[in-house]
């Protein structure tokens, strides 16, 4: 698997990848029955499959500050409607730039997964969107 090390997210190069790291085994697959099979928002396309919430963006290409806000709220209410134990599927497909903004709303919904017992994973980045998950170590100090 082509998982790329990050000391906050699960980073894999292909959805099938990430999938199939957050596949749950079939002995202990995640009960999620007031789950919906998808959910409806304004900047996000939400769907589950074999135990994982697959996100996407609807606006890939702005993520402007009211976009930011708007996918803040998303976040918080998925994160909200998802129970304990899930798998969550964040694909970056047609996503080429965001700024620090973005990763702020990110890491604020996965630290609300995380607090569930919730896993999320990340994949599909694009070469330079990815570059901003890593702050090069001249800018760190």
Known sequence: MAKIPHRIFEIYESRDEATRALTPRLEKIATES???D???FKHLTVSR???VTHVQFTEAKDFGEETIAGLRADFAQLADALGIDSKVLVDFTGVALFDAAFIDAL????KKLRTKGSRIALCCLA???RQFFFVPEDRRR
């Open 34 to 36: 007031s789950a919906p």
């Open 127 to 129: 070469p330079a969107a």
């Open 38 to 40: 998808s959910w409806v």
């Open 107 to 110: 890491a604020v919904f996965g």
């Open 49 to 51: 499959s074999a135990g």
